[in-house]
């Protein structure tokens, strides 16, 4: 079986793990991970970064660093993995769910705008859900599949309702918005994640990106909010620290970074020349704005349903896959507020088929999934004729 997507762990892995266990540094506590929280900074040209357990766990102490609470509710795009939502929920909040643009897959900054503006009033300082009477708290949009959401009028508006931001970066490490890199598009904080199918991994973990205050803030409460060498704590903590372990491979993958993505975009382009002329496929699109990090590589068919072609693909040995289904359609989030329409996401999350796109996969393999895409296709085409 040809992966979706693995890592490529062929730097100094290896070294720098033989180096925890002989220096016996392998808990939280360790040098690589101070090093790896700066080697994030400094990629991402952000001022500060924590390093986390993951990015599940990143997003709920950011979300709780800018002030989150029970009964809040926070914006977010209905088409993304749940654990964004599941994020929200982990603050007793709820996600205020909104359909996403069609030409980027990401959050609509004018259903955003068209909702604050019609459906919340102030209240003192707060901004206040008008149906349900609770209080809008933050906003967080996600960047699909590595395409930064369009930032510049979305911090606007966040601005002008008194709205963190905390983007949900999970997987655009090594992405651009108007050559500008992710540390510097205006969000409070920014989290990226380094589980095992990322562009660079630790094995798993997160980190998040900000000022020092907010940075400062999630570091005290992702170590249980001590406070010195006792066991003094002064908040509601979590135990949500990177191990030296996780560090260790996520400074060596972080050297290849540049390497990695590149890699990744000249795959989801080869994927693009291949398919271009094929009837009823579509591609993740590019917006003008946004330079991808390609994490995924995506493209869409109406006919046949994606489910039909994966499965076909799975037969000939390839590990394609479909691709989120969105938060509005999961069991625990079917009450959760909505704005609109979400017919865009609806629409799209069927006809998405994933296809095997690891930064080492061989030229002969993705000529392998070129054509088999193009047979499964064809065949079935033929077959409905």
Known sequence: ??????PDLTGNEGRYLQ????????SSVGPFVSRFEAMVAAAAGAPHAVATSSGTTALHAALTAVGVRPDDLVILPAFTFIASANAISHCGASPWLFDIAADSWTLDPELVAVALERETHRRDADVIHTASGRRVAAMMPVYTLGTPADMDPLVALAHEYGLPIVADAAAAAGATYKERPLGALGADLTVLSFNGNKTVTAGGGGAALGSEALVGLMRHLTTTARRGPDYDHDMVGFNYRMTNIQAAV????????????????SIAEQYRRAFAALPGVGFLPVPEWAESSCWFSALTVSDPPAATVVAGLRRRGIDARPFWKPVHLQTPYRTAPVHGSLRVCEALWPAVVTLPCSSGLTSDDQAYVVQCVGEALGALVRDGQ
Do not use: S, W, Y
């Not at 180096?19 to 392998?26: I, P, R, S």
């Open 1 to 6: 079986m040809i992966p979706l997507a693995v």
């Open 19 to 26: 180096e925890c266990v002989a220096t016996n540094f392998v």
């Open 250 to 265: 996520g400074c060596a993958q972080l050297e290849r970074l540049d390497e990695f993505v590149g890699r990744k975009r």
